[in-house]
């Protein structure tokens, strides 16, 4: 989760029709191109923390984020043609209109600011119409702090926020989209509200803390009552705003700490530092951030009821669930939403390994973080995987295998952030905390699933008593963990719920934002849910995962929480290929800039993967990731010498090694394109709902949050769908689309919007429920059917290729008919050598006639 940023007013787009367009050769055939411009407009900080001089007075308020084949002229007709007729025939329905419950065929994700509101997005709707998709999915829509830009510090459940246009502006949106045949989703905050400065900006804390446990809002919130204050002996929360300079000071009925305001007396609540824990469950470790109860059906019924309206008016066709595993019991949520809304529903669930969405969540999957990682693989080369950690290791004096690094990293946020956290929950479990303590380190996933008051499911009792076993082994021989275990899987119910709501956040800061940070051989698997030791993954396992996928879940590429764009990964990914070439590349730059070895090596991958990219924008990056790391600085602990540090390295690589680095990125420009077409393709055609975030059909290479929140170009992009939209309607029907020779070349972001368009203008004509098919086609490609109207085939691992001398004999066997390239519009049937397919494009997209 994480904050959005302005975006220019759209240009009107004429309506064309859409069609094929030519895109360019796999890697090999033509020389790279120069590497795209970027986006001529800063990104602004979040959280906003400047290079500081001296350690912040008063905390800020800080939000949470949280890749030669020959050409065989014509065509070729049947032989070996396998016989699919035991597959249903589908007849694809039309997309639904806005205002039915059904699945979307796509969603496009839209971060909504102050100055990006409702009528900014309603601009939009005849481009995200050409494109192709169904639904827009917007960043939360309630009332949040009026400055803020993402949306997830909600203050009050019972209005649209003002700022976007309120209600009215919504249900405007909502009419334009609908006469464009576009519905709606929206992305819902159920596990916490914000506590804003001033804090009666939140007018169910205020009565809280104005009337502790006799508030009529006092079950909203996650408070620890328990807590005697030594001087009063009455529970009192603790507030954690108190800085290094100022006093509090009473005015009137108020009292005011700099910009903070409490009610008087302060009877209910005690101002505490700002570094230590607060008197309730939060977000993580966000202080400003306070758990909402929405396990009791009043608190979930006001929370709701504007969500829930808008849905019954048919204003929302779709929810987003931000965070379910904070919540006190995921799985009662999500019935109790899915009785009340009866709409597709996804929820943001991080699944690690060979995880699997609980079967008895009743939503339609995750927002896709599980397939964003298992397409990244696919374009991943294992045999890099020795070479690559081999020379991590040189570089940054970092031993250790990555197990050992998250160990490592979960104990030092237990130890840091989370000390309020194991208090309550120890005070509930009883034993010993030490035990209690390594056995949240050991946990390996999110959270295991146990109910109280029902048999633990298998599964989970494994989980735990896994984890209890890692956990011995840290401890003096005779720790009670099977006690411990027993009693965080069977025991009170506030023992077993408060357990699980404590291994996410734990989860979350020792991996997302602390080992991620720490062990990146190649930083294109550093993702959220993802496992940076794993390299690659074969396609028989691709296709397995395929197999199982629902068609309700949602699949991504690129999101406002993840690590880098999609288009950074595919460079990343190169990399697995070129081991020795990028350890002489980084050698060559090492040896003229150099600061800090825990943060150079990471510095030079991303600036390469991001390249072009100016001093400021990378600077943020790298301050922000020095920060996350928390080997020399961290947001608690800045320290001005070492950031003034990363600023001179900053100006220094760009400087001196710009121009080498900007060669590197055009040299293994044909391979990164390759991967970036294969994997767009890929998640478009794979079974789910894909979804994309603003701005990446076409070329976007950004960094972690707030870099992929900069402003989109949305008139550059409107001008290249209606230049690409003309060029085929210019062609006439019964003649092949022209080649690239005859028209020239397209760049890398027309290729991507191409791609983008046609997959999307497919999926229209696609049964979503359509089988996911593998069909054989080698070691350098993964290809699949969906049933029998759609095969989708892209190149992977293309340098490999390349060496091997393109695809020489290799073949893929098409079902039977005749099918059309969307993408050059060629005709193919029967045995086809790959050398001929993908003698144009890196990818293809096949439609039966």
Aim: proline share 10%.
């Amino acid at each position: 989760m994480s904050e959005p940023v302005t975006q220019p007013v759209p240009e009107p787009t004429p309506e064309v029709v859409p069609g094929p367009a030519p895109l360019e050769p796999a890697p090999g055939i033509v020389p790279p191109e120069s590497v795209p411009e970027p986006e001529p407009v800063p990104g602004p900080g979040m959280p906003p923390d400047p290079l500081p001089d001296t350690p912040p007075a008063v905390p800020p308020q800080v939000a949470h984020d949280e890749i030669l084949p020959e050409s065989v002229p014509g065509t070729r007709t049947g032989e070996d043609v396998p016989d699919l007729a035991e597959l249903p025939e589908e007849t694809p329905a039309p997309p639904p209109p806005p205002g039915s419950y059904g699945v979307p065929l796509s969603t496009y994700r839209l971060q909504l600011t102050p100055d990006f509101g409702f009528g900014k997005v309603a601009e939009l709707a005849p481009y995200l119409r050409d494109l192709g998709v169904s639904h827009v999915y917007l960043s939360p829509i309630l009332q949040a702090v009026p400055e803020s830009r993402h949306g997830y510090d909600v203050t009050d459940h019972s209005r649209v926020r003002e700022e976007f246009g309120g209600v009215e502006g919504l249900r405007e949106l909502s009419a334009t989209l609908a006469q464009h045949g576009i519905g709606i989703v929206v992305d819902i905050v159920p596990n916490h509200m914000t506590i804003p400065v001033p804090e009666s900006g939140n007018a169910q804390l205020w009565s809280v803390l104005k009337d502790g446990p006799e508030s009529p809002y006092a079950s909203w919130f996650d408070i620890d009552w328990s807590v005697e204050d030594g001087e009063s002996g009455g529970g009192r929360v603790n507030m954690p705003v108190l800085g290094d300079s100022g006093e509090a000071v009473a005015d009137g009925d108020v009292l005011r700490y700099h910009d903070h305001e409490f009610p008087l007396p302060d009877t209910h609540y005690r101002l505490v530092d700002w570094r230590r824990g607060p008197g309730y469950r939060r977000f993580f470790d966000v202080s400003s951030l306070i758990g909402v109860r929405v396990e009791d059906p009043g608190v979930f019924d006001a929370t709701h009821a504007v969500i829930l309206s808008l849905v019954e008016e048919g204003v929302i066709q779709g929810l987003r669930v931000d965070h379910p595993d904070g919540l006190a019991e995921p799985r009662g949520y999500l019935a109790r939403l899915r009785e009340r809304s009866g709409v597709w529903t996804v929820a943001e669930k991080i699944l690690v390994g060979s995880e699997r969405l609980p079967a008895d969540w009743e939503c339609d999957g995750t927002t896709g973080y599980d397939t964003l990682n298992r397409i990244t693989g696919l374009f991943v080369d294992p045999a890099g995987k020795e070479p690559l950690v081999e020379l991590f290791a040189q570089q940054t004096g970092v031993r250790d295998d990555y197990a050992a690094v998250v160990r490592e990293s979960k104990a030092e946020v237990l130890d840091l952030f989370f000390g309020a956290e194991i208090d309550r929950l120890h005070a509930v479990v009883g034993s010993d905390r030490r035990t209690l303590v390594e056995l949240l380190a050991a946990m390996p996933v999110y959270r295991a699933y146990a109910v109280p008051g029902e048999p633990v499911p298998e599964l989970s009792t494994r989980i735990v008593e896994e984890a209890g076993r890692v956990a011995a082994g840290r401890l003096p021989e005779g720790a009670p963990v099977a006690e411990v275990v027993e009693r965080v899987l069977n025991g009170p119910a506030e023992a077993v719920t408060r357990f699980q709501q404590t291994c996410g956040p734990v989860m979350a800061k020792g991996v997302e934002d602390t080992a991620l940070y720490r062990w990146y051989p190649l930083s294109c698997l550093n993702e959220v849910g993802g496992e940076p030791d794993r390299f690659g993954g074969s396609v028989e396992e691709f296709h397995a995962f395929c197999r199982e996928m629902s068609p309700g879940t949602m699949t991504t590429l690129s999101t406002h929480d993840t690590k880098r764009s999609e288009d950074v990964r595919a460079r990343l990914a190169v990399l697995s290929e070129l081991p020795g070439e990028w350890a002489a590349a980084v050698g060559e730059w090492s040896s003229k800039v150099s600061f800090d070895p825990a943060l150079d090596y990471l510095a030079w991958q991303n600036l390469m993967a991001s390249w072009p990219i100016g001093p400021d924008r990378f600077f943020d990056y790298l301050f922000k990731a020095a920060r996350e790391a928390k080997t020399s600085i961290s947001w608690a602990t800045p320290d001005p010498a070492y950031e003034r540090g990363i600023r001179d390295f900053v100006s220094r690589a760009v400087e001196e090694c710009g121009a080498s680095v900007a060669e590197f990125a055009a040299r293994i420009e044909p391979y990164a394109r390759s991967n970036s077409l294969g994997q767009k393709l890929v998640q478009l055609m794979l079974p789910g709902v894909p979804d994309l975030y603003w701005g990446n059909e076409i070329t976007d290479f950004s960094l972690v949050d707030p870099d992929n929140r900069r402003p989109v170009d949305f008139p550059l992009r409107r001008r290249m769908l209606s230049s690409a939209q003309a060029h085929a309607s210019q062609a006439h029907p019964d003649e092949e689309h022209p080649s690239p020779a005859a028209t020239g070349s397209l760049s890398w972001d027309e290729a991507k919007l191409a791609v983008t368009a046609r997959a999307l203008d497919l999926r229209r004509r696609l049964d979503p429920e359509a089988p996911y098919v593998p069909v054989e086609a080698g070691e350098h490609a993964v290809a699949f059917a969906r049933g029998e109207r759609a095969v989708t085939v892209a190149t992977r691992l293309p340098v490999g290729l390349e060496r091997r001398g393109g695809w020489k004999s290799d073949t893929l066997i098409l079902p039977r008919g005749t099918w059309r390239d969307l993408l050059s519009g060629t005709e193919h049937t029967g045995r086809i050598p790959l050398a001929h397919l993908l003698a144009v494009h890196p990818v293809a997209l096949l439609e039966r006639d």
